[in-house]
């Protein structure tokens, strides 16, 4: 993660979820939902938590190695290119 940057975990008592939420230096949030296999499938408290957080970037991340768009604001992307990423932005 860039330097300044604070994860967190985001959790209401309605089930809203994040597994990683992390506010930049510049304020901007990230909202990451990590899944053990290739599936990029979420749950209400997924869209829930996005709805609360306003990201500026949804992420779902998964065991593949490929990145695709599921809908606007919100991408499933493989764990390496994920961290390949992050490490370029630091």
């Not at 959790?11 to 992390?22: F, M, N, P």
Request: charged share 25%.
């Amino acid at each position: 993660m860039p330097d300044g940057a604070t994860p967190y975990f985001y959790r209401t008592s309605g089930g809203a979820e994040l597994d990683l939420l992390i506010e930049m230096p510049d304020g901007e949030r990230w909202a990451f939902e990590i899944k053990r296999g290739t599936r990029a499938a979420v749950g209400r408290g997924f869209h829930s938590a996005l709805a609360d957080v306003q990201p500026a970037r949804a992420t779902i991340v998964t065991a593949g190695a490929e990145r695709h768009r599921l809908r606007p604001g919100v991408e499933a992307v493989g764990l390496l290119p994920l961290l390949t990423e992050l490490e370029r932005s630091a």
